[in-house]
Each structure stands twice: as C-alpha cells, then as structure tokens.
C-alpha cells in the first residue's frame, strides 16, 4: 500500500510530539513493504501540494494531537480548503494527547467520523492514545521506549489499511484508571511532576512560579 | 460580566444579540473579532512552562484573554465547517490555554489541568451554518470540563432570544 500521511499539529517539525510518533509507525509501515508520503500542516508552504496529494491518494492518515477535545485549528484551517472526494478514498487518524486516559480522547474521536463523513471518504478507524505529552521534555531514550510502541501499528496498518482490530483497540491502553492508581498518580502530581514542571521551566528559561497570575 | 466572541463577519448576530440584551439588566460586551489578527495555538507550551499565564504569539488575542478571566461568561458566536466550528471559532478556544496551569489534579475519575485563576467563566456558543448540532453540544459540554466551567448551551443564530435566556 502507499499513504499519503499528514502530520497535523500545528506544532512545528522539530518539536512535534506526533512527528515522532509518525517517525515510529512509519518504520513499522516500511518494515511490511508499504511507502508513504509525510507532510505537515504547519508548514503553510506544503499546503498547495498536500491538496493536491489528498486528491490523488486513495489511502490517507492524518496524525494529530489533541486540542481542546477536537482538532487544531490550524488543521481545520487546512482541512476547509479541500474538495470533498466521493471516490472510495479510506482516512484513517492517529490522535494522540498528553492526559493519560482513552477516554480523554473519545470527543475528538467522534468528530473525526463526522469530518471522514464530510471530506466524502470512507473511515478507517482511528489508533488512539494519550500520555504523549511528556515526549517533547524527555531523553532519547525514554523517547524511543515512549514512541516505540507505534512501529507495530504501522505493521499493522500497513497489513489492514485500517485501525479496527482488537490490538489497535487495546494499543488505547485504560479508559479511567482504578481508584488506586488515581490515588497514587494523585501524589505524583503533587510531588515529583510538580518538581518535573518546574525544572522544565528553569531549563526554558522561566523566570516566573508557574501558577502566576498576569492579568490579575 | 458576559464576554461575546463574534469571530464571524455577519455583524447582524451582534446587533441582534444588542437589540435583545437592551431589555435585560445584564452587562455585555461583544468583541468583534473577525476584524482582529488571531493566529492559531502553535503549540509552544510557552504558557505554561517559560511566560506562565501568556501567550507567546503577540496578536489581538491578548485583548480577549484578558476580559475573558474576568468574565462569568464566555459566548463565542462562530461560522462552521465540515460539521464543526470553522477554524476561527476554534482558534479562540485553542488560545484559552493560558487560563490552565501545567499542575494536573484528578476531578472524580478523570485528569485535569488546575485552573489558572479562581474565577471562571462558563462557556455558550452560537453558531452560523449547518454543523452536527449533537456533536457541537457533547464537545461543549466536553470543553468546559477542563475549564472547570458548564456549558451554557449551543443555539444557531436564528435563536438568539433563547441564547439571551441564559446569559445572567
């Protein structure tokens, strides 16, 4: 199979979670024999060609991350200027977010049925994921363990051409977590990801506590 | 106070918006914003971990985020496409991030950032077009689950009365 993929954060190439995340499925992809064309969204200079690809391809995938329970703005921007299709043309999504929890998730995947509906393609499923968020602040390493697990859905989509199977359903991971480990991860966040979120900060240069409060 | 978000260029909603609230006691003002330069989020995470609290892009946003936290509530009347508020209704959502904070907290089973300042605004929309109204109302309500806030609705521009009906 050949993808057209598009990467639809807004968040430019270097320091986009879902680049890397991309990065990972597409190595899984190219390890069954199937090719792919990358683009990005937040790159407006790609736009004229990427409408132009989305008319000529027949399978296509758009990764995104999560914003305010839907899409970027950005890719909706994008997105408003295609013509819808009506030619078989099957979209699947990756859609990734930093909150742990599928069910975090589950708003923006319903939208993306009605915008597959909309663009006059077929849906073919979305792989969704959360606890992306800290990909961007940790060390190679961690990264490659964090984004790694996406390789074997490339595998996957590039045999099935779609996310509908029970392995992409359970790559989600929990919808809540159990009470005993909301009440562990609860101290987490009020010890050890509070020091993390300030060290982050120190090391971008902030100079500022981060509840501050500037119009107010 | 109500803050309302026009980000579209059909000045008609405002001024029947205008021409509705004349009647009642409540304090409004309406943002024109399709004449004003908002960007997208890109992203950046400035807000939360290098100049917590603002936005790193400098464009007119800034004018609305600031009346916006000291708004009870927030209407942000929109153009839609492909079933959804158009890129500008959701640009002005996307942008809000500033009001969080990085710090999470769990509310009941779910994660959620910790709001930025004490006071918050619940959120209505008021769209123009043919979006999936169904959807519009489960993501508003979805929305404002992280903006500690409740949905004050979704109502299409033909029902401004009723819109104006919640806005207290």
Request: with cysteine; aromatic share 10%; proline share 3%.
């Amino acid at each position: 199979m050949h993808a057209l993929i598009i990467n639809g954060s807004p968040r430019v190439k270097k320091f986009s979670n879902t680049d890397k995340i991309l990065d990972k499925f597409e190595a899984g992809m190219a390890e069954k024999g199937a090719t792919f064309t990358r683009c990005e969204v937040s790159d407006r200079k790609q736009w004229d060609d990427m409408r132009k690809a989305f008319g000529e391809n027949k399978n296509i995938l758009i990764a995104i991350p999560l914003y305010v329970e839907n899409i970027p703005g950005l890719l909706i921007e994008f997105l408003e200027t295609l013509t819808p299709k009506n030619d078989g043309t099957e979209i699947a999504f990756i859609l990734q977010g930093g909150f742990a929890e599928g069910v975090q998730l589950r708003c923006g995947e319903a939208y993306l049925k009605i915008l597959t509906e909309k663009l006059g393609c077929k849906y073919a499923g979305t792989l969704v994921k959360g606890d992306n968020f800290g990909i961007r602040f940790m060390d190679e390493k961690t990264v490659q363990k964090i984004t790694g697990a996406y390789t074997d859905m490339g595998r996957e989509y590039a045999e099935c051409g779609n996310f509908f199977s029970e392995k992409c359903a359970k790559f989600t991971g929990p919808e809540i977590f159990p009470v005993h480990v909301r009440l562990l991860v609860g101290i987490i966040f009020k010890t050890l990801a509070k020091s993390g979120f300030k060290k982050a900060a120190k090391d971008w240069g902030c100079t500022k506590p981060l509840n501050y409060r500037p119009y107010k | 106070m109500i803050l309302i978000v026009n980000t579209t260029a059909d000045k008609s909603v405002s001024e029947a918006l205008r021409e509705e609230l004349k009647n009642s006691a409540v304090e409004a003002e309406i943002v024109e914003a399709s004449e004003m330069k908002i960007s997208h989020c890109i992203g950046c995470n400035y807000c939360w971990l290098k100049t917590p609290g603002e936005c790193s892009i400098k464009d007119d946003y800034e004018v609305i985020l600031k009346k916006m936290i000291h708004a009870k509530q927030l209407w942000v009347i929109s153009d839609t496409a492909l079933g959804f508020l158009d890129h500008k209704g959701k640009n002005i959502f996307d942008r809000i991030l500033p009001v969080a904070m990085m710090y999470l907290k769990f509310v009941g089973d779910q994660m959620r950032h910790v709001a930025r300042y004490k006071d918050k605004f619940d959120i209505g929309l008021i769209y123009k077009g043919d979006p999936d109204v169904d959807y519009l109302k489960r993501w508003n309500e979805r929305a404002t689950l992280n903006f500690e806030s409740k949905s004050l609705g979704v109502f299409s521009a033909s029902e401004i009365k009723e819109a104006v009906s919640c806005m207290h």
